[in-house]
């Protein structure tokens, strides 16, 4: 058996990642396993994004090759099974702020065996250790029906269905909120006080209660900065009086015209009081106000209160995620 030498990747932030060496025969029916080439990033995104299935779209490979060139995405994590040149597996792992992996694949041509998906799945659990992630997350849909198995075979476990929703502007009569609640455009999301009221919405959370312990609540925060590209401009507290109840954290995608309500919740003494209608209502018109196409969430099926509110509100289904998960470092703070 031959030991190929250790990778040493150099990323654009200087940051030196190694890949473990794994060991392979010298013999053609064992693949490399490494770093995506640049002649192979194009393939290795078509498979590791679902190209084996006809529900797989050529403009979302065209889209992130784009996006790499201009700096906006790294393939610093984008991994491949080679046999000459020819990709026959591939997996990418995108470390994102928050101490966050999220893993896309694997992705195996049907003659591979499933044991050079396994050492791919290693590789980007590697990688994402290196960069300090402490979870790793994967949505896995029908354009990419293998990878979940793949996915559970490697240890990751899978967490529920996630229905993406969706409100078309023009289909929606938006409404003031009623009642007699202030809406307060946060500050500084850092602070003591908006972090402990985040933290108090989590408590008994419907939606993926299995996240609680996995990450620190300063992290998801980073990560809901990230997505909301860079800005807490659309990010709110829920007054009722002086007393501060609950929080609404969308982003403004400008381009594709869509309003995304990445978060809202409200302390657990001022549920099931009707009061998530009107953070609804805030919503949609909020959207209305941007001249938003669109407002956009994701919601645990298993929420059937969410579930059914999104629906009272005219939110239709668009499509539906399996979440897997692989928690790489357990804290002691509950979160969602």
């Not at 009081?273 to 919503?283: D, N, P």
């Not at 001249?291 to 999104?310: E, F, H, K, W």
Request: hydrophobic share 40%.
């Amino acid at each position: 058996m031959a030991i190929r030498a250790a990778k040493s990747l150099k990323t654009r932030a200087g940051v030196a990642v190694t890949l473990e060496p794994m060991s392979q025969s010298d013999t053609p029916e064992h693949p490399e396993i490494g770093a995506a080439s640049p002649d192979h990033y194009g393939a290795a995104l078509w498979m590791a994004t679902g190209g084996r299935s006809r529900h797989a779209h050529r403009g979302r490979v065209t889209a992130l090759l784009a996006a790499e060139k201009q700096g906006k995405v790294s393939f610093d994590g984008l991994l491949t099974a080679t046999r000459g040149n020819r990709v026959v597996s591939s997996i990418w792992c995108l470390s994102q702020p928050g101490k966050i992996g999220t893993v896309w694949g694997p992705g195996i041509l049907s003659e591979e065996s499933d044991s050079t998906a396994d050492l791919l799945v290693q590789q980007a659990i590697q990688f994402a250790k290196q960069r300090d992630c402490h979870l790793l997350q994967s949505l896995v849909g029908q354009e990419n029906p293998t990878a979940g198995n793949l996915l559970g075979a490697s240890g990751f476990r899978s967490i529920t269905l996630l229905s993406h929703l969706e409100a078309l502007s023009e289909d929606i009569q938006a409404e003031p909120p009623h009642g007699d609640l202030t809406f307060r455009r946060c500050d500084d999301f850092r602070s003591e006080g908006f972090r402990s009221l985040v933290a108090q919405t989590y408590e008994n959370s419907l939606d993926c209660p299995e996240l609680d312990g996995m990450r620190d609540v300063d992290d998801v925060l980073e990560g809901y900065h990230a997505t909301s590209h860079g800005s807490t401009y659309n990010w709110y507290t829920l007054e009722s009086g002086s007393e501060a109840i609950g929080v609404i954290i969308t982003a403004h995608h400008a381009e594709p015209q869509q309003l995304e309500l990445i978060y809202f919740g409200l302390t657990p003494r001022f549920r099931q009081l009707g009061l998530g209608s009107e953070m609804i209502r805030f919503v949609l018109q909020l959207a209305q106000f941007l001249g938003c196409r669109s407002t956009i969430t994701g919601v645990d099926q298993r929420n059937t209160p969410a579930m059914a509110l999104y629906r009272r509100f005219g939110f239709q289904q668009n499509d539906v995620k399996q979440l897997f998960l692989l928690p790489l470092r357990m804290t002691s703070v509950a979160v969602a």
